[in-house]
């Protein structure tokens, strides 16, 4: 499988004429060899991958790492790269411009002065947009730990209550039923507070009456979930079931829209398009979505200026909204997987308008 990953960087080499890349990011060198602790480098050339880490990593490199050779560096790791570097030739080497801070790389630059350090950019983070059925079965795994966990704290949401309360007895049920953490900050965001679609959770009291948006998430094994529900405590007023009605129905033509070869952009329009026929186009100021996995937010972007298609295997979100200054706003989101004729839905939290 981690071989199998390791393909996708075939068109970096040959794209730069590259004899390595060396990644530094956790979440790159997670998905390449497998190493899920926080320190770490990753050089991988044509035919050979070292994994470098120093004496705190290396018994946990040789339970994880896979396909790679574990090499401990000390106590300069790259000392360690400059002598791959001269041992196997590597003249031109790739590096995470979006991951490397200046001074790594004039470091770096320094020790290898015969050789070229080629910057690629964000788009190397692309090897991981499309899943594999391993990732896929984590995003689900982890997607319906955390719908349950919402699940069962339902009856703890009502008024008289603080947000703060309800994300951390979320987060409690989370790690209750084995997350290794919380995927982000909730959003717990009710009444006007609404209106922010990155209200984190305060300690507001919630009033009879009030919309309530919850954005969560949970992580396990290094993957993400990410899903929001837009519940009443109590009978909320006309307009906010309008409004409720509105995006659950925009979200549920995108949903029915999704499968491999539409554009991101034009799935985007799909739900956007919907609000604004019913005068609410001001109103959805974000994307739709984002794709998910060793990172709550990565690539494909779903948005007005998206350039993907969606491609069998992306888990995306799907997440449109309604945010009315002075009023409230509504929220609902799914994260799907693109199958072949269209997707699967991971998260499984009730999206009508409950009534708590
Ligand atoms: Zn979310
Ligand atoms: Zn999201």
Same mark, same amino acid.
Not at 90 to 119: C, D, M, N, Q, Y
Not at 262 to 276: H, M, N, Q
């Given at each position: 499988m981690l071989k199998n990953r390791r393909c996708s960087l075939n068109s970096f080499f040959e794209e730069y004429t590259l004899d390595a890349v060396l990644f530094?990011?956790?979440?790159?060198?997670?998905?390449?060899?497998?190493?899920?602790?926080?320190?770490?480098?990753?050089?991988?050339?044509?035919?050979?991958?070292?994994f470098l880490c120093d004496s705190r990593y290396t018994a946990q490199a040789a339970e994880e790492v896979t396909g790679a050779e574990i090499l401990e560096?000390?106590?300069i790791r790259i000392d360690t790269i400059v002598a791959l570097?001269?041992?196997?030739?590597?003249?031109?080497?790739?590096?995470?411009?979006?991951?490397?801070?200046?001074?790594?790389?004039?470091?770096?630059?320094?020790?290898? !002065? &015969?050789?070229?350090?080629? @910057? %690629?950019?964000?788009?190397?983070?692309?090897?991981?947009?499309? /899943?594999d059925s391993v990732e896929i079965d984590r995003l689900a795994d982890v997607a319906t730990l955390s719908s349950l966990a919402l699940a069962s704290i339902l009856s703890e949401i009502k008024p008289g209550v603080r947000e703060i309360d309800i994300a951390l007895a979320l987060e409690l049920e989370m790690r209750r039923r084995g997350a290794d953490g919380k995927a982000f900050d909730f959003?717990?965001?009710?009444?006007?507070?609404?209106?922010?679609?990155?209200?984190?959770?305060?300690?507001?009291?919630?009033?009879?009456?009030?919309?309530?948006?919850?954005?969560?998430?949970?992580l396990k094994d290094g993957y993400h979930s990410d899903e929001t529900v837009t519940v009443a405590c109590g009978e909320p007023e006309s307009r906010a079931r309008e409004i409720h009605s509105i995006v659950r129905t925009a979200h549920d033509l995108a949903?029915?829209?999704?499968? !491999? &070869?539409?554009?991101?952009? @034009? %799935?985007?329009?799909?739900?956007?398009?919907?609000?604004?026929? /019913?005068g609410y186009g001001d109103y959805f100021g974000h994307g739709l979505g984002h794709g998910i996995g060793l990172e709550v937010h990565e690539m494909p972007t779903l948005s007005p200026r998206s350039v993907t298609e969606l491609e069998e295997g992306m888990v995306v979100t799907i997440e449109p909204g309604i945010y009315l200054p002075g009023f409230g706003g509504v929220r609902i989101e799914d994260t799907v997987v693109v199958t072949g004729d269209g997707c699967r839905v991971l998260t499984s939290a009730d999206k009508q308008l409950l009534v708590l």
């Open positions: 530094t990011d956790l979440r790159n060198i997670r998905y390449l060899c497998g190493f899920s602790g926080s320190e770490g480098a990753l050089l991988v050339s044509r035919d050979s991958a070292w560096c000390a106590p570097a001269h041992e196997h030739q590597l003249e031109r080497i790739g590096f995470e411009a979006a991951h490397t801070t200046v001074s790594a790389f004039r470091k770096l630059s320094e020790k290898l !002065p &015969g050789v070229e350090l080629v @910057e %690629l950019g964000a788009n190397l983070d692309e090897i991981r947009i499309c /899943k959003i717990v965001a009710s009444g006007v507070r609404g209106a922010m679609p990155h209200g984190r959770a305060s300690d507001k009291i919630i009033q009879s009456g009030e919309l309530v948006t919850i954005d969560f998430g949970a949903i029915c829209a999704v499968r !491999p &070869g539409i554009g991101c952009k @034009e %799935l985007d329009e799909v739900a956007r398009s919907y609000i604004r026929e /019913k």
